[in-house]
């Protein structure tokens, strides 16, 4: 026993090359050859040396094993049956190492069942996750493989919180693949369950979406619970994004407004299904299209398509070298607020210098103002009869859907219509057209004259400013043309052209009277014109046509008579009115074509600024500048007359400011 005890011990320690162990065995041998003559003490003294290399030996090999078992767990990606892996545990790795999965903590004690990006610098970035919605606590919660096949997760009481139902399949492992999959699969490698099937918010190259699968967003930045926005197939089998909210539902994605031939879509495909790959985000049986703008980058570049929690559907790129980054690549909507419901019922999205934001109409005030979901709630309260004033906001869209629509009608009719139904609390009015795209084209017309006369090195005047020398593009964006009679002032000269010019430049009808008069041209010759060009296109005709209609003979002087009777007439028109520039007697003057369908308070600015244009002295002309700021301020006119509720008035759709 004395001869064979070490030699197994010894075979032992030099196993786990135990340097404390072998001390202990010399110690041994030495002690053993000095009492060799003494069996009854060296006996005593061997058995003492032995069980101290037994205890020593064990408590030096114990935290080894540990140690190794928990090596091999970081590097493997295989969850065997009737194993498991609990919070605090290490977690499953692909083969590549690029992703993992494990609990991922959510919140203080409270964990998902996820599989993530390892090289990602954001811990918060996600590409599946189990029990969004159902954190469990941190203590003793854990994720098995049981004996009948299936993955369950059981929380801190032993409760199953979730699993794969994949019980009597014969599973015997669950593996974590290089694309992010996470399968439970049989020993022949048959796929039983993967979480490519149940996407969360995210999908990987390879993944499909399909008819049954569908992307939910998070609640809030952070959060991994579900929110209101989702990505599917629609029942045309068209990929839509969806606003589903607990009171509204609605597609604002592709346009709502177009039909899926002109959002470039095919319908009814009798196997909808989408597959983002290597090559392109995403390509759907839908022709839906698109492309990173990092496509074919060098290097190791993982891409993921999430639907963010403010609705946004998104291409991110992540360089694994470039120190896990992720980079927006491509986006569905290039304007955040055209999503719709991002600031929830009566919620505004305004875009200012630091990007969209939301806010509240006047009385009103954030629901909750850490959670623009839940929208805005009115300061006051709505009784039926009383008389309170509509507040226009420009460039809206309503929350949800229109309760009533009625073709042909003014919009003192539209305003009426909502002031005798006590459940009306906007209307819109003309969406998207109306005649005061008027405006828009005055304004562009004027800041390019106002850079012409007042920002160029060299005052330039245009000396011919009439409609055809306005161009229009798709978007009603006015281009000034003709510069054929341009004459150009140094800016040293403070008279701007003292001299008279020995020729008249112009169109008749559109010429200041200071041509004629051989007085000094200044940029007041260009104010008269554009003041022409101003009442022609509110008048809808030309100047020369108003003095055919009144059986007046033609001519320059009698056409600027003619203007000086329609100021003089405006001017008595609004003292008359007491200043109510909203009164009826605008539609005697505005295009007829217009059916009286037009914001007369907008009207009524243009006509006053078109008036004081066109004054004989030109003293008493505004400069450009001014007329442009005019005009500007024209575009955000807001009501003053006694009316009920809080009216929304969209003009030419969706822009800088958006009512959802």
């Known amino acids: 026993m004395a001869a064979t005890a070490p030699k197994h011990n010894v075979n032992g320690v030099d196993q786990h090359k135990n340097s404390t162990s072998l001390a202990l065995v010399h110690m041994y041998r030495d002690v053993h050859r000095k009492n060799k003559d003494h069996g009854a003490r060296a006996g005593s003294i061997m058995m003492r040396a032995l069980a101290i290399l037994l205890v020593i030996t064990t408590a030096a090999t114990l935290p080894r094993v540990a140690l190794a078992a928990s090596d091999d767990r970081r590097r493997t990606s295989i969850l065997w049956r009737r194993g498991s892996i609990a919070v605090g545990d290490d977690a499953l790795v692909s083969p590549s190492g690029d992703f993992s999965c494990g609990f991922h903590p959510v919140a203080t004690n409270a964990y998902v069942f996820a599989v993530w990006f390892t090289a990602s610098a954001d811990p918060r970035t996600l590409a599946w996750a189990a029990n969004r919605d159902a954190p469990v606590n941190g203590m003793g919660s854990r994720a098995e493989l049981l004996v009948d096949g299936t993955l369950v997760l059981r929380d801190f009481d032993g409760l199953a919180t979730w699993s794969t139902n994949t019980s009597g399949t014969g599973a015997d492992r669950a593996q974590l693949l290089d694309t992010g999959n996470l399968v439970v699969s049989d020993a022949t490698g048959r796929t039983l369950w993967q979480s490519f099937d149940w996407p969360t918010d995210t999908l990987l190259p390879g993944q499909l979406i399909t008819r049954r699968a569908r992307l939910v967003s998070a609640k809030a930045r952070g959060s991994t619970s579900s929110g209101y926005f989702s ?34 879509r095919t319908a009814f495909n009798s196997s909808p299904l989408g597959r983002p790959d290597d090559r392109r985000p995403l390509r759907a049986t839908d022709n839906l299209r698109f492309a990173a703008s990092d496509m074919g980058a060098a290097g190791h570049v993982m891409r993921r398509l999430t639907l963010d929690y403010d609705g946004n559907l998104r291409v991110y790129s992540l360089d694994v070298a470039g120190g896990g980054v992720w980079r927006a690549t491509w986006a569905a909507l290039s304007r955040q607020c055209s999503v719709h419901g991002i600031g929830g019922r009566y919620g505004v999205c305004a875009y200012g210098r630091a990007g969209p934001a939301c806010a509240c109409p006047e009385g009103f005030e954030p629901s909750d103002p850490g959670d623009w979901s839940k929208g805005c709630r009115r300061l006051f309260d709505i009784q039926c009869g009383e008389d309170v004033f509509f507040a226009e906001l420009a460039n809206v869209d309503y929350w949800g859907f229109d309760k009533k629509f009625r073709q042909k009608a003014t919009i003192d009719e539209c305003r009426q219509l909502c002031i005798d139904d006590c459940r009306c609390e906007a209307f819109a009015y003309k969406k998207g057209g109306g005649g005061f795209c008027y405006t828009k084209i005055a304004v562009g017309v004027a800041k390019g004259l106002a850079y012409l006369h007042h920002e160029c090195l060299e005052w330039i005047l245009h000396c011919d400013m009439k409609p055809e020398n306005v161009l229009l593009d798709a978007d009603l964006e006015p281009k000034i043309t003709g510069f054929g009679l341009v004459k150009l002032l140094s800016r040293e000269d403070d008279a701007c052209g003292k001299a008279p010019s020995p020729v008249q430049l112009g169109t008749r009808g559109h010429v200041a009277p200071e041509w004629a008069l051989s007085l000094p041209i200044t940029g007041k010759a260009d104010v008269y014109s554009f003041g022409v060009v101003l009442l022609e296109l509110l008048r809808g005709q030309r100047v020369s046509e108003w003095a055919a209609v009144e059986g007046v003979p033609g001519g320059d002087q009698q056409a600027r008579v003619n203007l000086q009777e329609i100021v003089a007439w405006f001017q008595d028109q609004t003292l008359e009115c007491q200043g109510d520039r909203s009164a009826p007697w605008l539609e005697e003057f505005v295009d007829a074509r217009l059916l009286g369908d037009f914001n007369r308070l907008q009207a009524a600015v243009m006509l006053e600024v078109a008036g004081s244009c066109v004054e004989d002295d030109p003293s008493r002309r505004p400069n450009m500048n001014a007329v442009a700021q005019k005009l500007l301020s024209a575009q955000d006119v807001v009501g003053s007359v006694s009316l009920r509720r809080v009216c929304p008035v969209p003009s030419q759709g969706i822009s800088s400011l958006h009512f959802v």
Do not use: A
Request: hydrophobic share 40%; no cysteine.
């Open 231 to 264: 990505f599917y197939f629609d029942n045309f089998n068209i990929l839509n994004l969806v606003y589903d909210g607990p009171e509204i539902n609605m597609n604002y994605w592709p346009d709502p407004f177009k039909t899926w031939v002109e959002n470039k």
